[in-house]
Every structure is written in structure tokens, then in C-alpha cells.
């Protein structure tokens, strides 16, 4: 892709803005403020990526998902219409959509271009580590889930540390993102010991 002009970049930034500072299930405008701030540190130590594309993939890798719209088609529509009004041509649109679509969890696949494994690597590791403890507890609260239990351990928030944040220190991509992501790893391992010792009263 061609240089992306700050023009489309802050086409962009307005279409998305809006509409992520109305979600409150973890993708709200502090989540995109902390993977671009994560992905521009993780390209600049592994000294790789363009600033631009990591942005604009930044700001798109949430808002096509159907979760965060009524359904996948009205998600694919969204999408598409926010990186058309910002003047992207045909074959600049298609790879946004495949590598800004390739970066979620859920999709289980890897981004083809450099930038779009760092911000992978970025949104993987905002959803572990002191913050990623903080988003799940936030997710479970408006979800109305139980912290724990003991007997009916589906839909609790720690079971979703064993379902997915204690697998995702295996998934990084880069080597920053790796070892960022094994001091993360052990803090959560550290913080779920704690509060089962203290569930149970032994601590
Ligand atoms: P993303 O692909 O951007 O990481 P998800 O939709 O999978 O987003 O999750 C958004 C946030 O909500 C993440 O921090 C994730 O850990 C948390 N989350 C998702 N599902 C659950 C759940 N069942 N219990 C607790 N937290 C959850
Ligand atoms: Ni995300």
C-alpha cells in the first residue's frame, strides 16, 4: 500500500471514535488509545512496520466485529463504508478488510503483512496482564458472571483466564510482543493463586 495520507488516517480516526467510546465490553476507545500505543512501541524496538498502516489497522481491527453490531453482514458493511468515505481504493480496501479482520482472537489467523501481526501482538496483549485482569472483571460485571466457583466454573470470569488469557503468551508473534508477554503471563498466574488461596479463606 501506498502512502497513507493523514487525511484517510483522520477519516478514519472520526468514523471509528464514536462508535468504539460506545461499547463497555472491553473494545471502548481505551482499548484502541492502549494497543496503538503498544503497537508504535513494538514496531519501533523491532524497528519494522509503517506508523501509518499500523494506525489505520489499529483503529479498524474491532469495529467489523459482529459482536459490536447487530449482525456479521451489518459488522461487513460498517467496515466497508468507513474505509471507502475515507478514499481508499478497491485493492486498499480488500486488504484492510482481510489483515484488519485477520487480527481478532476469534478468527485464529495470522495477519500476512508485518503490520498486521504487530497489532495482533498489541491487542493480544492488552487482554492479558494487569489491564487484560481488569478488562475480564469489567466483561464479567456487564455480563452479570460470577468472579469464580468452584462447582459451576463455566461462565465465571477466572475460568475465562484457563479458556483463553493464560493461552495467549504462546500466540505472540514477535519477539518484543513474546517476552512482553511472559511478564504479563506470570503476573496473571501470580494474581489467579492469590485469589483462589484467598476464595478459600487460606490467605
Ligand atoms: P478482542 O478480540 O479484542 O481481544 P474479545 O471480544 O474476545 O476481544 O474480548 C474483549 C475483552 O473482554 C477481552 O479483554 C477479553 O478477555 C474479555 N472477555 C471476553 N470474553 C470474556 C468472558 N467470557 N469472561 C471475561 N472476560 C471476557
Ligand atoms: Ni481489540
Redesign the pocket.
Known sequence: MKMISDDRLSSIYQSVKTFYDEDH???GWDHIVRVERLALKIAGIENEGNESLIRLLVYLH?AGDA?LHNDQQAADEFLMNIIRKAGFNESETQLLLSESGAI???KAKTPETVEGRIVQDA?RLD?IGAV?IA??FT??AVKR?AFYSEHQPE?T?IQ?FYD??LTLRDRMNTKTAIKIAHERHRFMEQFIGQFIKEWNGKK
Open positions: 465490553t472491553g473494545h474491532d459482536k481478532g482472537f476469534s491487542d487482554a487484560g478488562r475480564a466483561y464479567g458472571n461462565d470470569v475465562h483463553k488469557l
